[in-house]
């Protein structure tokens, strides 16, 4: 389903339904925003999980139609996250149903390369990550490395260590961490989604990519 | 879906999560998964977390040969998802290159049970290298360490608390005891005082009764009671004359209303129905008034009798011969 067939008026949220819409996520705006943002990324994680290739896109929509249903004075009786997801699984059906689906999906597969095609681009993805990296406090780049520096055992005990060092819970540390990785993934997608097309597939010379 | 997987099927909440992105749950495990994550942010977390594990395994090569296909086949396809596997080979390639660009000695001693070795200087805490069990049981001892000295300190300044509320409680008592005796005695003294006080009033009392009676008894009380010389001569006619004598009177203070002194001297005596003479006096002298002349006597209460009593009169010559002037009957009441 390509984003520019969907109906641009349904994308489109008032300002009213916007506002009531993040009045019944918290009381406070501050509030109200995180946890918007929180439950959009929830829900482009799970159209993810669903195999969509447009989460984003997705996820907008099942925001508009909470959104559009709070503003037409639908009471939610439960949770608003689970009334949400329950949006979505409806936004994800119609998804799957439309023909353009398919057509993007073998539109995409058209020009997959191997599991070796990932190399391509590697070089692209690593400078940007540097460069990402620079925006990162020390702190949180140095734990980045340390979390994610070894597969092997060793690691677990690292992760514990790194964990009784900060004073936290290795959950927490997860926690961090996570926060700390998709901070970078973004800014390094964004990255490498600036670079000119087919630079990705030009060569291995990091300078011809910068 | 194919389940008969290489993958390790543990059963675990990881392993549901595993076939959940590879898409290899039934649809009613999978609306069951989601409920879950979508109802608690913890689940949540974890399934980004084994995302995260299953994506670095694979980069790293982590993956067995099966798993690997596998995951070549459902996951990556995605468009999306293969931004997170690029992502994930960058940041492994990265992190690679970062702690081998660190001074050997800290690689090697990281893999080794020795001192912490400085990798990025500006973070102490990420320094500590994997000591292992021995700089666990260190900390371990510091901690029992300190809680012990927590325990002995707060054991003793409970211990100093519970003396000083012991030592305040046992001077309360003793001034709760103090103030129980002075109590004590004060009520003892008030009750003797009222005893005291008891006998006093009573014997203010007998001498307020005997006062009264004594009072009663000395003070006089007179009664008057008046005749007239006529009274004498028509006794018979007129009656018996009421005199009520109240208790305690003492005297009778009769009175004779003369015209006139026809006698130097006069005698007035009380005598009973029957003729005895109870009282007399003789030598009595009239009076003189603006009305005539008058007899005055003081009879003692106590020689009427109660009832009838005859009061005589006689005059007295200069030659001392007796003349009788009459008699009359005086009925008297005592109270």
């Not at chain 1, 939610?76 to 059906?93: N, Q, Y």
């Not at chain 1, 959950?171 to 800014?187: G, I, Q, V």
């Not at chain 2, 009380?270 to 003189?288: C, E, I, M």
Request: hydrophobic fraction near 40%; charge should be neutral; glycine fraction near 6%.
């Amino acid at each position: 389903m390509d984003s520019t067939q969907l109906n641009r008026k349904e994308l489109e949220l008032t300002p009213q339904a916007f506002a009531k819409l993040l009045a019944s996520l918290a009381p406070s705006s501050e509030a109200a925003g995180e946890r918007y943002e929180q439950l959009r990324r929830q829900l482009i994680k799970f159209f993810e999980w669903r195999g969509s290739h447009f989460p984003d896109q997705l996820a907008d929509e099942t925001l508009n139609r909470l959104a559009r249903k709070l503003d037409q004075g639908e009471e939610i009786e439960k949770d608003v996250t689970a009334f949400t997801f329950g949006i979505a699984r409806f936004v994800f059906l119609e998804a799957l149903k439309s023909p353009d689906t398919r057509r993007a999906a073998l539109d995409d597969f058209t020009g997959l390369p191997g599991p070796t095609g990932f190399q391509d681009d590697d070089d692209l993805w690593v400078i940007c990550l540097r460069e990402c990296l620079r925006g990162v406090s020390d702190e949180n780049r140095d734990l980045i490395i340390e979390y994610y520096q070894d597969e092997r055992r060793v690691k677990i005990d690292n992760r514990r260590e790194l964990a009784a060092g900060l004073g936290i819970s290795l959950n927490a540390l997860f926690s961090r961490a996570k926060r700390t990785r998709d901070k970078l993934e973004r800014c390094v997608t964004s990255c490498v989604g600036r670079k000119p097309p087919g630079s990705n597939m030009k060569g291995r010379n990091s300078a011809t990519c910068r | 879906m194919n389940r008969g997987m290489a993958m390790e099927r543990t059963g675990s909440f990881e392993d549901l999560i595993e076939q959940y992105l590879l898409g290899e749950l039934t649809a009613e495990e999978q609306i069951e998964l989601e409920d879950e994550y979508f109802a608690d942010p913890f689940k949540y977390e974890q399934v980004c977390k084994v995302e995260d594990q299953l994506i670095d395994r694979y980069v790293r090569g982590a993956l067995l040969p099966a798993d690997r296909e596998r995951f070549e086949r459902c996951y990556s396809t995605n468009p999306k998802r293969r931004e997170h596997v690029k992502f994930a080979k960058a940041l492994t390639q990265v992190v690679n290159e970062t702690l081998a660009s660190r001074p050997a000695a800290d690689s090697a001693e990281a893999r080794a049970a020795g001192p912490p070795v400085k990798a990025v200087p500006r973070m102490p805490e990420f320094r500590t290298p994997a000591r292992g069990p021995r700089f666990g049981m260190g900390l371990a001892l510091t901690a029992a360490t300190l809680l012990i000295l927590f325990g002995v300190t707060w054991f003793a300044t409970e211990t100093s608390r519970l003396r000083a509320q012991l030592a305040a409680a046992r001077r309360e008592l003793k001034d709760e005891q103090d103030r129980s005796e002075m109590l004590t005695g004060e009520i003892t003294a008030l009750g003797a005082q009222g005893n005291q006080l008891a006998q006093e009033r009573d014997r203010l009392k007998e001498e307020l009764d005997a006062a009264q009676a004594a009072a009663s008894q000395s003070a006089p009380t007179s009664v008057f009671f008046a005749l007239s010389l006529d009274a004498f001569r028509d006794s018979a006619s007129a009656g018996p004359r009421p005199l009520v004598i109240g208790r305690g009177t003492s005297d009778v203070r009769l009175r004779v209303n003369l015209s006139q002194a026809d006698f130097p001297g006069y005698q007035i005596e009380l005598l009973t129905p029957d003729g005895k003479q109870v009282f007399s006096r003789k030598g009595l002298k009239a009076k003189v008034t603006k009305s005539g002349a008058a007899l005055t006597l003081n009879v003692p209460a106590i020689k009427f009798a109660q009832g009838d009593n005859i009061v005589g009169l006689s005059g007295i010559s200069a030659t001392g011969e007796t003349e009788s002037l009459g008699k009359v009957i005086i009925k008297v009441n005592k109270r």
